[in-house]
């Protein structure tokens, strides 16, 4: 089945740790995306990518990196520099023409 | 301000009411829009999407979009413990690459 696989589910980490969220799909979408989900904030934008090698900042950009070197894959590397990087992490995609994002399963990111 | 307006709630009602959900937004370009259900510790699946204005019915799920007021509405009907979950309203430019989403509404339908 076509879909969006993240992992991992859970993750726990030290401050001053850098940690890697992966991000895989199967469904040939072109634009790729990741977002960031606090309660009561709804989804923020943390970087997204339209196409392989190019990616654009967010509105939350500070803190996070992301690499997108194949079509199937947009890691996010969340740093020592984000300040408050416990959240659930959510990666999504979309193909080039389209409007709705298919979501994967979410990331739930504790610094302990 | 934001661009989008949602309560979070919680909203708690029994099962069988018809449940409201709205959002205001402040773009007049947005065009696409769409709600989401999120269940507890999982990522948002797609429940409705419109375009433009107008009304869309998918079986007890009814989706309004008045553009001259900048206002949005889900309506559940019939509702179902099944349903709670949090509510999820997104929307989108013409050729936009990026959704913006209200903060989501929390739903509990009570047995």
């Known amino acids: 089945d076509g879909g969006i696989t993240q992992s991992p589910k859970y993750l726990f980490r030290k401050e001053g740790q850098n940690v890697t969220l992966s991000c895989e799909q199967n469904?040939?979408?072109?634009?790729m995306y990741w977002y960031r989900q606090d309660p009561g904030q709804g989804l923020r934008l943390i970087y997204y990518s339209q196409i392989v090698n190019d990616f654009q900042k967010g509105d939350i950009a500070e803190g996070y990196s992301v690499s997108r070197e194949k079509k199937e894959s947009f890691p996010l590397t969340v740093t020592s520099a984000q300040k408050n990087p416990t959240a659930f992490y959510l990666c999504?995609?979309?193909?080039?023409?389209?409007?709705?994002?298919?979501f994967g399963a979410g990331s739930r990111l504790t610094v302990l | 301000q934001k661009e989008v307006e949602q309560d979070p709630g919680p909203l708690s009602v029994p099962e069988g009411a018809i449940v409201s959900l709205n959002c205001t937004y402040s773009n007049s370009a947005f065009q696409y829009f769409m709600w989401y259900r999120q269940y507890s510790r999982k990522g948002p699946e797609l429940l409705m999407y419109?375009?433009?204005?107008g009304n869309k019915e998918d079986g007890r799920f009814t989706a309004q979009v008045d553009k001259s007021s900048k206002y949005i509405s889900l309506f559940i009907r019939d509702s179902q413990p099944s349903d709670s979950a949090t509510y999820l309203c997104?929307?989108?430019?013409?050729?936009?690459?990026?959704?913006?989403f209200g903060a989501g509404t929390r739903l509990f339908v009570k047995a």
């Open positions: 419109t375009y433009s204005s």
């Open positions: 997104a929307m989108t430019t013409d050729g936009g690459f990026k959704t913006i």
């Open positions: 469904l040939n979408h072109d634009a």
């Open positions: 999504a995609s979309k193909s080039g023409g389209a409007n709705v994002l298919t």
